[in-house]
């Protein structure tokens, strides 16, 4: 059985800060690694993905990948009240399946 | 522009009577996912299309059914729903199979059941 682990949260951290996600998974053949942003009451929107050891920068969001210890994980610089949302990791690959097996998110609040 | 879109975006059912949820796609992307997602839980794989192949997850009920007519469009059937049914649904699409594929997501279909 494939786990995405998270912490629910929630996180609390102060605008203009760093928040910093982790996710852990079990599968040591996963391949590609997600994450998703998802406001209350609607869908997952992808933020990032990344699939190799190492640092994966776009904008002010940062992604960390390492495989060896199996651990992804998300920074959010310079955070914005709007950045506040459930963060979704999610992981694919692995025996050949397609879809993706979710974390339950960890839910973020940015406070003003 | 080129989307995913989910109709209703809400739906009521009363307990066993049938429900249709639909999802079409303009992005021309040849794999269609259906998730569950229940509250504050992670969304879960119900099943997917990769064209004209289904793909059943293992644990999913036999209560849900999927139908893809063509490329654009694809039908979560609900035969008889009971009260654990009631989730928000969520169609995604990939351009292909495999690994490394972003997904997209429609914005879901939440489903109530009376």
Known sequence: QKE???NSGPLS???GAIASLNCTYSD???QSFFWYRQYSGK???LIMSIYSNGDKEDGRFTAQLNKASQYVSLLIRDSQPSDSATYLCAVNGGGGADGLTFGKGTHLIIQP | DAMVIQNPRYQVTQFGKPVTLSCSQTLNHNVMYWYQQKSSQAPKLLFHYYDK???NEADTPDNFQSRRPNTSFCFLDIRSPGLGDAAMYLCA????QGTGQPQHFGDGTRLSIL
């Open chain 2, 53 to 55: 192949d289904f793909n």
């Open chain 1, 43 to 45: 869908s997952p929107e």
């Open chain 2, 93 to 96: 699409t990939s351009r292909e």
């Open chain 1, 4 to 6: 995405v682990e998270q």
């Open chain 1, 13 to 15: 951290v102060p605008e």
């Open chain 1, 28 to 30: 040591r053949g996963s």
